[in-house]
């Protein structure tokens, strides 16, 4: 089946099944192109959260089609490609987090979404990127542990003087950009404005123009005046903000910058997983029901 005719069949059996496609920024293009809804983990939490679809088909990784389902729990949600997870939300366990809350009881546990459905079920509230800076001040006199990315975290205590504890974790796509890649594209790029997700190290976010979430990088390359810049995300986004501003220049910081488990949906997959509704995410109801919590508490919030 070309292209096209693949296409074609993805929009019939969306109508046929009365499903729809989400798709996050770090997405192949024709991905996000085939999505009815592409954007970042807070844009596509709320989707999710109020889809009237039988079906959500999440084009991301494991605990972005998690998320969806500890929010409809009604809805069939299908992962295109059952083994795309995220390290990062790897790298804090629901045993350990048990063994650390035991060990101090008196700490608010808030939880990157980047985490399994059981490590939200432990903790008081959930923050995307998009939303973090706005919940945490509601928590600023409180105690706190930021789990799982140390980078996001060590942000947010610095710029709010919080009493927070954070996780050893980190996105090993962000951790691995150095003020040399940044030493390195500026001599390239002399003109271009440096923008960064704060999911990169603290000395590398000191010397951004603009820090932000995937969208916030995304919705200020849209409204600045400047015309050049370097990103420092993951490159998908490149994508997007290219459609959005196509007299605009954009950079990738690294050509590492290529998120493994994103990338490895592909067109076919969609097709595949709308086709035999394969690779269907569960979320036992008992854990469902203490993760809803904490997602619930963020999206009022937001």
């Given at each position: 089946?070309?292209?096209?005719?693949?296409?074609?069949?993805?929009?019939r059996?969306?109508?046929?099944?009365?499903?729809v496609?989400?798709?996050h920024?770090?997405q192949?293009g024709?991905?996000?192109?085939?999505?009815d809804y592409?954007?970042?983990?807070?844009y596509?939490?709320q989707?999710?959260?109020?889809?009237?679809?039988?079906?959500?088909?999440?084009?991301?990784?494991?605990f972005?089609?998690?998320?969806?389902?500890?929010l409809?729990?009604?809805?069939k949600?299908l992962?295109?490609?059952?083994?795309?997870?995220?390290p990062m939300?790897?790298?804090?366990t629901?045993?350990?987090?048990?063994?650390y809350k035991a060990?101090?009881?008196?700490?608010v546990?808030?939880?990157?979404?980047n985490?399994?459905?059981k490590?939200?079920a432990?903790?008081?509230?959930?923050?995307?990127?998009s939303?973090?800076?706005?919940?945490?001040?509601?928590?600023k006199?409180?105690?706190?542990m930021?789990?799982?990315?140390?980078?996001l975290?060590?942000?947010?205590?610095?710029?709010?003087?919080?009493d927070?504890?954070?996780?050893?974790?980190?996105?090993?796509?962000?951790n691995?950009?150095?003020l040399?890649?940044?030493?390195?594209a500026?001599?390239?790029?002399?003109?271009?404005?440096?923008?960064?997700?704060?999911?990169?190290?603290l000395?590398l976010v000191h010397?951004?123009?603009?820090?932000?979430s995937?969208?916030g990088?995304?919705?200020?390359?849209?409204?600045?005046?400047?015309?050049?810049?370097?990103?420092?995300?993951?490159d998908?986004?490149?994508?997007?903000?290219?459609?959005?501003?196509?007299n605009?220049?954009?950079?990738?910081l690294?050509d590492g910058?290529?998120?493994?488990?994103?990338?490895?949906?592909?067109?076919e997959?969609?097709?595949?997983a709308?086709?035999d509704?394969?690779?269907?995410?569960?979320?036992?109801?008992?854990?469902?029901?203490?993760?809803f919590?904490?997602?619930?508490k963020?999206?009022?919030?937001?």
């Amino acid at each position: 089946m070309d292209k096209q005719k693949m296409i074609e069949e993805i929009n019939r059996l969306k109508k046929e099944k009365n499903a729809v496609i989400l798709a996050h920024y770090y997405q192949e293009g024709s991905i996000q192109d085939i999505a009815d809804y592409t954007g970042d983990s807070l844009y596509l939490s709320q989707i999710a959260a109020e889809t009237d679809a039988d079906i959500i088909v999440f084009a991301g990784v494991h605990f972005m089609a998690e998320t969806a389902k500890i929010l409809s729990p009604d809805k069939k949600v299908l992962l295109p490609v059952a083994e795309a997870g995220c390290p990062m939300a790897d790298m804090v366990t629901d045993i350990r987090l048990t063994n650390y809350k035991a060990k101090n009881p008196d700490r608010v546990i808030v939880a990157y979404v980047n985490t399994t459905a059981k490590v939200k079920a432990l903790s008081d509230i959930c923050v995307t990127s998009s939303n973090a800076e706005k919940i945490i001040k509601h928590y600023k006199n409180d105690k706190l542990m930021y789990v799982p990315d140390k980078n996001l975290g060590a942000y947010l205590k610095e710029k709010y003087e919080l009493d927070m504890e954070v996780w050893p974790g980190f996105c090993c796509i962000h951790n691995d950009l150095t003020l040399e890649h940044l030493a390195t594209a500026k001599a390239k790029y002399p003109n271009a404005q440096f923008i960064v997700h704060p999911e990169a190290k603290l000395d590398l976010v000191h010397k951004a123009d603009f820090i932000g979430s995937t969208k916030g990088l995304l919705n200020y390359t849209i409204e600045s005046d400047h015309d050049e810049f370097i990103v420092g995300t993951e490159d998908g986004i490149i994508h997007t903000m290219e459609v959005n501003s196509p007299n605009k220049k954009f950079h990738i910081l690294s050509d590492g910058l290529k998120c493994y488990d994103m990338k490895l949906t592909r067109l076919e997959d969609v097709y595949l997983a709308l086709r035999d509704e394969q690779f269907e995410v569960e979320v036992p109801e008992d854990i469902r029901l203490k993760a809803f919590e904490a997602l619930d508490k963020m999206l009022k919030l937001s």
